[in-house]
């Protein structure tokens, strides 16, 4: 738990949130995570998340490929609750860089008329 001290630009804040990950032997994973926060401060007060990893899908020792599922409640009242789902696979291309590119469809968002949204992504981990 933590709290934000109101300052000049910010009222005071509280925020729970917790992260697991547990490994399954030498090939799967799991993670779960949860989030709360009153409405001064982020733009879901609940989220919620978990999901599965497979480890060298592909038989490459550092790659990881996922499937992940979330469900957030925004803060803003007048927006609705969304819920998703991710894929994505983590390519360990050399010792300090990481590319994982994933689908995420999102049902209701929360910022959006849509009843699903599609977004394809690519992250570049850089290890320095």
């Given at each position: 738990?933590?709290?934000?001290?109101?300052?000049?630009?910010?009222?005071?804040?509280d925020?729970?949130?917790?992260?697991?990950?547990?490994?399954?032997?030498?090939?799967?994973?799991a993670?779960?995570?949860?989030?709360?926060?009153?409405?001064t401060?982020?733009?879901?007060?609940?989220?919620?998340?978990?999901?599965?990893?497979?480890?060298?899908?592909?038989?490459?020792?550092?790659?990881?490929?996922g499937?992940?599922?979330?469900?957030?409640?925004?803060t803003?009242?007048?927006?609705?609750t969304?819920t998703?789902?991710?894929?994505?696979?983590?390519?360990?291309?050399?010792?300090?860089?990481?590319?994982?590119?994933?689908?995420?469809?999102?049902?209701?968002?929360a910022?959006?008329?849509?009843?699903?949204e599609v977004?394809?992504?690519?992250?570049?981990?850089?290890?320095?």
């Amino acid at each position: 738990m933590s709290r934000l001290i109101e300052n000049g630009s910010l009222p005071q804040g509280d925020t729970f949130s917790v992260s697991a990950d547990q490994d399954f032997g030498d090939r799967l994973g799991a993670f779960f995570r949860y989030a709360h926060a009153d409405d001064t401060f982020r733009d879901f007060r609940k989220r919620i998340a978990a999901g599965l990893i497979v480890k060298r899908p592909l038989g490459f020792e550092y790659d990881r490929a996922g499937f992940g599922a979330w469900h957030g409640t925004p803060t803003d009242q007048s927006l609705r609750t969304e819920t998703g789902v991710e894929i994505y696979y983590r390519a360990q291309v050399s010792p300090f860089l990481q590319i994982t590119p994933d689908i995420q469809i999102v049902f209701d968002p929360a910022n959006s008329t849509r009843s699903s949204e599609v977004i394809l992504g690519l992250r570049l981990r850089i290890e320095l």
